[in-house]
């Protein structure tokens, strides 16, 4: 999504489009120039205009994983550790002394 969005607005700013490269713009500006100013390309708040949607609308995981509450990457981590673990044919504390001597050549 992130890298979506650095495509959206490079490619609006190449096109010419005003407004797009307002962030930068009010960055720049003085303090107390920015607190005053509304950039544009965001929701007005006396229009009643909505902003624009980006991204895919579906939810990126299945019933099964909602079930289990694997919504996010962060809880499969678990998961996987535990299958390479078992794959390595460690006990839990053998797997932790591993680890914990591969994290430490990182530091």
Do not use: C
Not at 16 to 45: F, Q
Not at 71 to 93: D, K, Q, T, W
């Amino acid at each position: 999504m992130p890298q979506m969005l650095v495509n959206t607005f490079a490619a609006a700013i190449a096109e010419g489009h005003p407004g797009r490269d307002d962030l930068r713009r009010r960055s720049a500006a003085h303090p107390a120039r920015r607190r005053a100013e509304e950039p544009s390309g965001v929701l007005d708040r006396g229009s009643g205009r909505q902003p624009e949607l980006v991204g895919d609308p579906r939810r990126g995981w299945n019933d099964d994983e909602d079930r289990h509450g694997l919504r996010a990457a962060i809880a499969f981590y678990p998961l996987f550790e535990n299958a390479i673990r078992g794959h390595r044919g460690r006990s839990v504390e053998q797997h932790l002394r591993a680890m914990g001597k591969l994290f430490a050549a990182l530091r």
